[in-house]
């Protein structure tokens, strides 16, 4: 009894010690977002006050906890799932975690946009918020930063659970496959290859946030949703379909070259082939990234004011 008591606490402490660094990373996350809101405020406090009231509504809908609670127990359950990998779950672990946290973010995301926007707009809640000192480049700007604040925390408690759960699943593989006691290292070594990896994921939706900002000064939540969805799913589409034997064909290649100029090519945010082969992703590569980012965001706000700037609210 007392070597199984033993056996259960050093496991326990293998997994469990790495996570230091999770604990850090979702300190600094918390006050990167306190700084950032508090720059804001002093710089642009309009901005910073349609924000405010935009992420508190966002989080005091259903929607969130219901997100929430979908990563929460999805992600717990991963490590127990048998995949019959011959020896890789991990790798699927991280890959089904990386892709439920976006995808619930990007949901937390479309969903806001379109209410706090397009239904604000239908509604004449925008036209009574616009006849007060506040401009039209003062709304978008305040509702995207607004609606990205849920979606940040969605990413910072649903991705130290994540780097949690991979930590345990080192530990966990290796016992039921009676295999050596893993070291500590290695559990911190898979955490570390997929932190970046939720950085890029942040980005795409990031990306996806401004195309739905976008979209919403225009157009009602259904169209703003199926939209979003076709773009999400070309956007990891089309760089597949080039590189294939069907992108041979001239149109074919045509085509996704098109979609490619004018759609956020967002596999470049998708690091399934850095999963499985276990390599780290370079620094340079997340420079370029987030550059990416920043300018397709930047390119579909713009889009985004445009389109509001002639908006006829009435």
Request: glycine share 6%; with cysteine.
């Amino acid at each position: 009894m007392n070597h199984f008591v033993l056996f259960g606490a050093t496991t326990a402490s293998i997994w469990l010690t790495p996570l230091w660094l999770v604990g850090v990373g979702l300190v600094a996350g918390f006050a990167v977002l306190m700084i950032l809101g508090w720059l804001v405020r002093l710089a642009a406090p309009k901005v910073a006050a349609i924000a405010w009231t935009t992420s508190k509504e966002a989080m005091s809908q259903p929607l969130f906890y219901v997100l929430m609670t979908i990563g929460i127990f999805g992600l717990i359950i991963f490590p127990f799932v048998p995949y019959n990998t011959l020896g890789e779950d991990i790798k699927m672990v991280k890959d089904e975690g990386l892709t439920l946290i976006m995808v619930l973010s990007i949901l937390m995301a479309l969903w806001t946009a379109s209410v706090s926007i397009a239904d604000e707009i239908e509604g004449r809640t925008a036209l009574t918020l616009l006849s007060k000192p506040v401009g039209r480049r003062q709304f978008i700007f305040g509702k995207f930063m607004g609606i990205l604040v849920p979606v940040a925390i969605m990413f910072l408690i649903l991705g130290a659970l994540f780097l949690a759960s991979v930590s345990y699943k080192v530990v966990y593989d290796a016992r039921e496959g009676a295999q050596t006691e893993p070291s500590l290292a290695e559990c911190q070594r898979e955490m570390l290859q997929i932190a970046p990896g939720l950085l890029l994921a942040f980005m795409e939706a990031v990306v996806l946030t401004a195309i739905s900002v976008a979209i919403s000064t225009r157009l009602p939540m259904l169209a703003n949703l199926i939209i979003c969805a076709a773009i999400y799913v070309l956007g990891h589409l089309v760089p597949i379909l080039a590189n294939s034997a069907v992108g041979q064909f001239e149109l074919v290649r045509f085509v996704a070259n098109l979609l490619a100029a004018i759609l956020p090519v967002l596999d470049h945010f998708n690091i399934s082939a850095g999963i499985s082969t276990g390599q780290q992703v370079p620094g340079e590569y997340m420079a370029w990234a987030a550059l990416y980012c920043l300018v397709y965001t930047s390119v579909a706000m713009l889009l985004a004011l445009w389109w509001f700037e002639d908006r006829d609210l009435a």
